[in-house]
């Protein structure tokens, strides 16, 4: 199993120290700086440390696209009770996004335990810009041959673990945005019944691009914003069209 262990320490309201370890050798220190005040900001940077040291900085030497087969072992109890949805730090729900989606099933313990972490004397820190767009984030961005940059949501997924009838993958995240890689996606036609209904849902249809290709029943229902921005908000099989 992949373990990430991090201790979070509270500097200010805008401010949190992070250490950090895999293993005994692999270590580090990061200075998280949020760009708003907030009490509980050990908390929140905690959260934000633990998605930077997994997506951005690689410290298990790969992107996870599941939580099976990985352990985080944090230092506040609130980020597994935000895993579980069970947390009343309605506040943090966002920044923990990831637990319950990209990361959903991922092992959770909790200790407040600094046994093999750096010490300021021998690790310089690394500063982090816990900016709230970018750490509390309904979705996750994937780039993809065919339409460009999808940002992919929580509900989307769900749709997609729900929907398929090919047997239920063990990492709905990882195996829909392999489908989404396709580089053969095409925009199909969508029925003008199908177009009325998602007008009453998304209060138009003009923006709606379904998405396909011609040997899967999969369509996948995107929303273009007016800026270019593709929002991946359902998955489908043909037939329920």
């Known amino acids: 199993m992949m373990i990430l262990t991090t201790v979070s320490e509270k500097v200010s309201e805008t401010e949190a ?12 220190i990061l200075d998280v ?8 900001s050990a908390l ?6 633990i998605q930077h040291l997994l997506f951005a900085k690689k410290v298990l030497d790969r992107e996870p696209g599941s939580g099976q087969g990985y352990k985080l072992v944090v230092s506040k109890g609130a980020i597994r009770k935000l895993a579980l949805g069970k947390s009343s730090k309605k506040f943090a729900s966002k920044f923990a996004g990831f637990l319950t989606n990209r990361m959903k099933g991922v092992t959770i313990e909790v200790s407040q335990s600094y046994e093999f972490m750096p010490s300021l004397d021998e690790c310089e820190p690394e500063s982090v810009g816990g900016e709230r767009q970018v750490y509390a984030k309904t979705f996750d961005e994937v780039e993809t041959p065919a339409m460009g940059c999808v940002k992919v949501t929580k509900h989307a997924v769900e749709q997609y673990q729900a929907r398929i009838t090919s047997g239920s993958p063990k990492k709905p995240w990882a195996s829909l945005v392999n489908r989404l890689k396709h580089p053969e996606l095409r925009i199909q036609p969508l029925d003008a019944k199908v177009l009325a209904h998602k007008a009453r849902k998304y209060g138009r249809s003009d923006n709606v691009e379904a998405w396909g290709h011609p040997t899967s029943s999969f369509i996948y229902l995107v929303i273009r914003e007016d800026n270019g921005e593709r929002f991946l908000v359902t998955v489908f099989e043909r037939d329920e069209v």
């Open 17 to 28: 120290r992070v250490f950090w370890r895999v293993g005994t050798k692999k270590k580090g």
């Open 33 to 40: 700086t949020l760009d708003f005040t907030h009490e509980e």
């Open 44 to 49: 929140l940077g905690e959260l934000v440390a």
